[in-house]
């Protein structure tokens, strides 16, 4: 006969530090762990419903999308790199902080990736699905919002970004001034275009010349740049046009209103 099946605190707290650990687990390859780990029988091993109701009600976890951490920042090199970095920018006050990066958009960033259906039923809709046609988002800005904005059509490469770099800092703020102060920052990301020689060369005589210094951020770190929470809050906002069709068409445009919409927002 065979053993019931009971959800002791000990089964509930391997499942919880299963899913807190690696949240993608299914409840088969918790039943799967739980055997290995000798913490149940093939007689007390909790059912797979059992499980998903722990998971749901016991530790209140709900569905997501899962936001990835890649290894390579958690090498003993990177996590040192993380810590250095993070010691060097707390010397200085937010305002002295300013963040320059790039994102590519496609026409095809527009697409919703989440609709509604009768239950047991897929969520069809036609919509642009393959486009060619990438722009490349660059962006500076500050603690207190967008400094300046430009649209490329196409890939970034060490030229354009030279380029754009010398338009964003010769931008001033509402008062006047110019965006970038002697004793200011500028923190951006490891693009390799961004360490060509004759790019950062000329990127660090520049800002040597207003006097401001340039800082990478660690490998493998995007969470370092503010550039990328904007990036995000821009490529939501196309997805949520009203008017996909305004953003195939003309998805210069909507990138520049969009921006313009979450600088007021700051």
């Known amino acids: 006969m065979q053993a019931k099946t009971k959800l002791t605190d000990n089964v509930l707290e391997h499942i919880e530090y299963y899913k807190t650990t690696k949240p993608s687990i299914y409840a088969r390859e918790i039943r799967g762990k739980l055997l290995e780990d000798g913490i149940c029988t093939p007689m007390t091993l909790p059912g797979l419903t059992k499980i998903n109701v722990a998971v749901r009600e016991n530790f209140n976890m709900s569905r997501k999308i899962i936001s990835s951490v890649l290894a390579e920042s958690c090498t003993d090199r990177n996590i040192e790199r993380q810590l250095d970095f993070m010691e060097e920018v707390s010397n200085y006050t937010p305002e002295q902080l300013h963040w320059f990066d790039e994102s590519s958009v496609v026409q095809t960033t527009g697409n919703r990736?989440?609709?509604?259906s009768v239950v047991g039923t897929q969520a069809v809709e036609i919509q642009r699905y393959a486009s060619n046609a990438t722009f490349t988002v660059n962006l500076l800005m500050?603690?207190?919002?967008?400094?300046?904005?430009?649209v490329i059509l196409g890939p970034s490469n060490g030229y354009e970004f030279l380029k754009k770099f010398h338009e964003a800092i010769e931008q001033n703020n509402d008062m006047g001034n110019p965006v970038l102060a002697p004793g200011d920052y500028i923190i951006m990301d490891n693009c390799p275009f961004h360490h060509a020689r004759h790019v950062e060369?000329?990127?660090?005589?520049?800002?040597?010349q207003l006097e401001v210094r340039l800082i990478f951020q660690p490998p493998y770190n995007p969470q370092f740049n503010v550039c990328e929470y904007c990036f995000r809050h821009l490529k939501f906002e196309l997805?949520?046009?009203?008017?996909?069709?305004?953003?195939?068409?003309?998805?210069?445009l909507a990138v520049a209103d969009k921006t313009s919409c979450r600088q007021d927002s700051l």
């Open 113 to 116: 990736r989440y609709g509604h």
């Open 142 to 150: 500050g603690v207190f919002g967008i400094h300046h904005v430009d």
């Open 201 to 208: 060369q000329n990127l660090r005589r520049l800002l040597d």
């Open 239 to 252: 997805r949520s046009n009203p008017n996909p069709r305004f953003v195939y068409n003309f998805t210069e």
